[in-house]
């Protein structure tokens, strides 16, 4: 929505507006998802983005899809894939942590939780090399040829 744009735009977190307009951050979530905002929750918001009440209301009546450019989606996304590396990470480094001090209390003798740490940062270490794009063996220019060697030998099929 024009909320999360106009957010974005100033490099504001969710709790930050939430702090500048007085609203909840449950409220503001709510909000940028599309739900119907109340009239009061609008006007606060317009007067921490100083814009006009009828540019907020007026999206209640568009539909609930965001209005973002190509290059905005793509970085949002590419934000919320660089999120959920970072919490599986910290997921692993948490489960990963107590599996070791549970080790330690229940059979010192074997370090059994050396195979999980072992098996499960295989996964995180990937997650992170394909997030932050570290080897891009099938990245955008893979992707491009790919579908230009597949649209080349449909436009040869058609002939």
Request: aromatic share 10%; glycine share 6%; no cysteine.
């Amino acid at each position: 929505m024009i909320v999360r744009k106009l957010r974005l735009e100033r490099g504001w977190s969710q709790e930050q507006l939430s702090e500048l307009s007085g609203l909840s951050i449950r409220t503001v979530q709510r909000i940028e998802r599309g739900q119907k905002a109340s009239l009061e929750s609008l006007k606060s918001l317009a007067a921490v983005f100083q814009i006009d009440l009828s540019e907020l209301s007026g999206e209640n009546e568009m539909s609930t899809e965001t209005k973002l450019s190509t290059e905005e989606q793509q970085v949002i996304e590419h934000v919320r894939d660089i999120k959920a590396f970072y919490s599986h990470a910290t997921s692993y480094a948490l489960i990963v942590g107590a599996l070791f001090i549970l080790n330690f209390f229940v059979s010192p003798d074997y370090l059994w939780a050396k195979w999980v740490a072992l098996g499960w940062g295989v996964g995180v270490v990937s997650h992170g090399l394909s997030v932050f794009e570290v080897f891009n063996l099938f990245g955008p220019n893979w992707e491009r040829k790919q579908i230009e060697k597949r649209l080349g030998k449909n436009s040869k099929n058609d002939k």
